[in-house]
C-alpha cells in the first residue's frame, strides 16, 4: 500500500486537481457509476468529538473507500492540532485489499472548495462580476481562492457573523488582485454569485437579500440542524446539489423539505448538467443554488488522485501490508 502524508499534500495536490477530480465523480454520481455509502456520524462522548465515515465506490473512477475522521473542538486550545481530523483508505475495488493511506485534512478544504466552484462552472452567469462571501473561517479563504478562478470576478464583497475575521477574505482578495468591501446582509444583492460558508444553525442569508439572476452556493450546512438561507430562497431558486439524499436529509434543502415547499424531485444532481442531460441554468433572472453537502465520493476522488501524483513524484511511501 502507498501512505501519502498530511504534510505532503499541500506540495502534491492543486486547485485545477481537485476541480477535475470532483467534477469527474458528481458526473459519474449522475450516471450512476459512481454511490456513497450511508454516513456515519457519531458524539463519542470523549472530548466531546464527532466522528464517522464517509464513504463510496467509484466503479467509473475504480476507487473505492472512505474517509474517517471528525471534528475535536479543544484540539486547538489543547494540543496545538487543528480540529478538524481526518484520512482517507483507499481499497483495490478487484480484490478488497486496501491500497492506500492519505491525509484528509488539507484535501477535505480543497474538495469543498472544488465543489462550489464546479458549481459556479456550470451554473453561474457568464458575465459574473461580483462574489459575496458569508463567512470568514477556515474553509472560507479555500472556497474563494477556488471560486475566483471561474469567472472574471471584478470585486469580492463579504459579510460574516464575527467581522474581525473578515481580513481573510481580504487577502484572498488582494492576492487576486481584487477588492474587498464589507457589506451588510442587504448588500449581498450587488452579488451575482454567493458562497455561504458558516457553521450556523439559523438562517442568515433572506431571500431578499439575493438578486435575480445570482448563483449561491450554500456549502456550511452539513448536518441535520444546521441552516445558512433562507427556505423560502430554496423554493424561488432551481436547486442542485452533490446527491439529493443528503440534500434533503443534511444538507441546506432540509428545511424547505421539512416544511413541505420543496421536494426531493425538485432538485437535480449538478452531475446531470455536467453530463448535459440537464440544462442547467434556463435564463439570466433565474437564481440557481447549490446544496454543497459534501460527499464520500469527492473525497475518495482527490485522495485517489493525491497517490498518483505522490507516486509520479518518488514521493509515495510504500509499504509491504
Ligand atoms: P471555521 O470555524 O473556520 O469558521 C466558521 C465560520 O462560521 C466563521 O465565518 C464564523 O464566523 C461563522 N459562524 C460561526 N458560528 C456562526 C453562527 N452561529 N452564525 C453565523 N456564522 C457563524 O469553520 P470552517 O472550517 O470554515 O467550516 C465552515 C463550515 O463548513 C462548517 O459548518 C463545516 O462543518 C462546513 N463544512 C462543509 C463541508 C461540505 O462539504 N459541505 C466541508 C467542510 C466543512
Request: proline fraction near 3%.
Amino acid at each position: 500500500m502507498h501512505i501519502v502524508p498530511e504534510r505532503d499534500i499541500a506540495d502534491l495536490m492543486t486547485r485545477a486537481a481537485a476541480f477535475d477530480a470532483v467534477e469527474k465523480v458528481f458526473a459519474a454520481m449522475a450516471a450512476e457509476d459512481a454511490y456513497n455509502f450511508p454516513v456515519i456520524r457519531e458524539a463519542l462522548g470523549h472530548e466531546e468529538a464527532l466522528y464517522g465515515f464517509k464513504g463510496g465506490f467509484d466503479r467509473a473512477g475504480s476507487t473505492l473507500g472512505l474517509k474517517a475522521g471528525g471534528y475535536w473542538p479543544h484540539n486547538l486550545e489543547k494540543r496545538g492540532l487543528i480540529n478538524h481530523q481526518s484520512t482517507v483508505f483507499l481499497f483495490d475495488p478487484d480484490t478488497g485489499k486496501v491500497s492506500a493511506m492519505v491525509g484528509g485534512n488539507l484535501l477535505t478544504a480543497l474538495r469543498t472548495a472544488a465543489a462550489s466552484s464546479v458549481s459556479i462552472k456550470h451554473l453561474a452567469r457568464e458575465d459574473a462580476k461580483v462574489i459575496g462571501m458569508v463567512g470568514a473561517g477556515h474553509q472560507a479563504t479555500f472556497q474563494l481562492r477556488a471560486a475566483l478562478e471561474q469567472r472574471s470576478f471584478e470585486k469580492v464583497i463579504g459579510w460574516n457573523l464575527h467581522p474581525e475575521m473578515l481580513p481573510n477574505l481580504e487577502k484572498v482578495a488582494a492576492e487576486a488582485g481584487l477588492p474587498f468591501e464589507a457589506v451588510d446582509l442587504p448588500g449581498l444583492k450587488e452579488a451575482d454569485v454567493v458562497i455561504t460558508i458558516t457553521s450556523s444553525f439559523d438562517p442568515i442569508v433572506l431571500s431578499e437579500h439575493i438578486s435575480d439572476g445570482t448563483h449561491v452556493a450554500c456549502m456550511g450546512t452539513d448536518t441535520i440542524g444546521k441552516q445558512e438561507v433562507a427556505a423560502d430562497l430554496l423554493t424561488r431558486a432551481t436547486v442542485f446539489t452533490d446527491e439529493v439524499a443528503q440534500s434533503t436529509t443534511l444538507g441546506e434543502a432540509q428545511h424547505a423539505v421539512a416544511n413541505g415547499s420543496l421536494t426531493a424531485d425538485q432538485i437535480t444532481q449538478l452531475g446531470a448538467v455536467i453530463n448535459g442531460t440537464h440544462g442547467g441554468r434556463a435564463s439570466d433572472r433565474e437564481v440557481t443554488l447549490f446544496d454543497g453537502t459534501g460527499v464520500g465520493l469527492q473525497d475518495l476522488a482527490v485522495a485517489a488522485r493525491v497517490v498518483e501524483l505522490a507516486i509520479e513524484k518518488g514521493t509515495a511511501i510504500e509499504v509491504d501490508f
